[in-house]
């Protein structure tokens, strides 16, 4: 059940990250977390930036939005700093109109020592 929560609320992030870009005038976005920014876990391999830029940039869209997806896999909050501070991510992120970050799925599952099967408390 509270993986479907989790999933839930997932969704429902991005959906409302969608429709905040959509609405604005966002042109340039950078997207930085751990192997679901990255694209882990996905069918396709393209995790949700890739949706994301897809929903964005598709047909119709008059003005195309540029995604920069520095995911990292198996990054975790004790490591989010060092990478922001190397020279080609510092440059991008001082472009971007729009920084995503998502992290904290690879401490819950270092936490559970490796394991999503059984959350513990």
């Known amino acids: 059940m509270n993986k479907i929560v989790g999933l839930f609320v997932i969704v429902l992030v991005i959906c409302f990250a ?3 870009f959509q609405a604005s005038e966002s042109e340039d ?3 930085f977390g751990d192997s679901l920014t990255y694209g882990k876990g996905d069918k396709d391999g393209e995790g949700y930036v890739e949706g994301l830029e897809d929903e964005l940039n ?3 869209s008059k003005k195309k939005v540029p995604f920069w997806n520095y995911g990292i896999k198996g ?4 490591g989010v700093i060092d990478p922001l501070e190397g020279n080609q991510i510092n440059t ?3 472009k971007a109109d729009t920084f995503i970050v998502y992290i904290g799925t690879n401490d ?3 936490s559970n020592g490796g394991n ?3 959350i513990s408390d």
């Not at 990054?75 to 004790?78: L, M, N, P």
């Open 29 to 31: 976005v950078m997207a």
């Open 75 to 78: 990054q975790v909050t004790d």
């Open 116 to 118: 999503l099967k059984k």
């Open 58 to 60: 598709n047909p119709d």
């Open 92 to 94: 991008k992120l001082d």
């Open 108 to 110: 819950l599952i270092n």
């Open 18 to 20: 969608a429709y905040k």
